[in-house]
T-cell receptor, first 116, second 117 residues
Framework: GNSVTQMEGPVTLSEEAFLTINCTYTATGYPSLFWYVQYPGEGLQLLLKATKADDKGSNKGFEATYRKETTSFHLEKGSVQVSDSAVYFC???????????????FGEGTQLTVNP | GAVVSQHPSWVICKSGTSVKIECRSLDFQATTMFWYRQFPKQSLMLMAT?????????EQGVEKDKFLINHASLTLSTLTVTSAHPEDSSFYIC?????????????FGPGTRLTVL
């Protein structure tokens, strides 16, 4: 079955530091890959996505590249801000027989705290 | 962009009562919606898939008589926690896929925090 493994947290950084959150996956076929962000007390928001190998998803300074050869989708940001403090979830959706939308498989989540 | 709402955003109830949570897609139709449960500092656990016009599909270990799901229309799914007990206290989140951005992209509601006393 599908699975997603994320780098264990929590991660604490100073403002303007470089961020990497590792994510690797196991899946059959050609899944789509996602990063979602959850701010305190809120639901999940889509941060970025990639639908095929070598695609790079990017948004708000965050980037992640779909690496089929290493089955990875690591999240990076060159300079984090205090407002980036949140929980980040890596996820994949399989392409199967579902008629509308695909089920998401989530990683464990990584808590990021950015200090001023 | 696509928006999914949930109501209520939080609810406190007494043990033994039932609580209904609504999930609405505001600017798109969703024949499928998903219900998740999230415990503090943990990931989301898929509870069930809500299907418009047919029965919900429950994940293994989720009691269908405990968590009643009704997909009343193309924009509304409800989750009813029946005879709630303190162990049902959790953060419940729904999601729906939007075809405008491809069926692989899901939009999440803001969540409902349930506290059972």
């Amino acid at each position: 079955g599908n699975s997603v493994t994320q780098m264990e947290g929590p991660v604490t950084l100073s403002e303007e530091a470089f961020l990497t959150i590792n994510c690797t996956y196991t899946a059959t076929g050609y899944p789509s890959l996602f990063w979602y962000v959850q701010y305190p007390g809120e639901g999940l928001q889509l941060l970025l996505k990639a639908t095929k190998a070598d695609d790079k998803g990017s948004n708000k300074g965050f980037e992640a590249t779909y690496r089929k050869e290493t089955t990875s989708f690591h999240l990076e940001k060159g300079s984090v801000q205090v407002s980036d403090s949140a929980v980040y979830f890596c996820a994949l959706s399989g392409r199967g027989k579902e008629t509308s939308g695909s089920r998401l498989t989530f990683g464990e989540g990584t808590q990021l705290t950015v200090n001023p | 962009g696509a928006v999914v709402s949930q109501h209520p955003s939080w609810v406190i109830c007494k043990s033994g009562t039932s609580v209904k949570i609504e999930c609405r897609s505001l600017d798109f139709q969703a024949t499928t919606m998903f219900w998740y449960r999230q415990f503090p500092k943990q990931s989301l656990m898929l509870m069930a898939t809500s299907n418009e016009g047919s029965k919900a599909t429950y994940e293994q270990g989720v009691e269908k008589d405990k968590f009643l799901i009704n997909h009343a229309s193309l924009t509304l799914s409800t989750l009813t926690v029946t005879s709630a007990h303190p162990e049902d206290s959790s953060f419940y989140i729904c999601s729906a896929p939007s075809r405008r951005l491809g069926t692989d992209t899901q939009y999440f509601g803001p969540g409902t925090r349930l506290t059972v006393l």
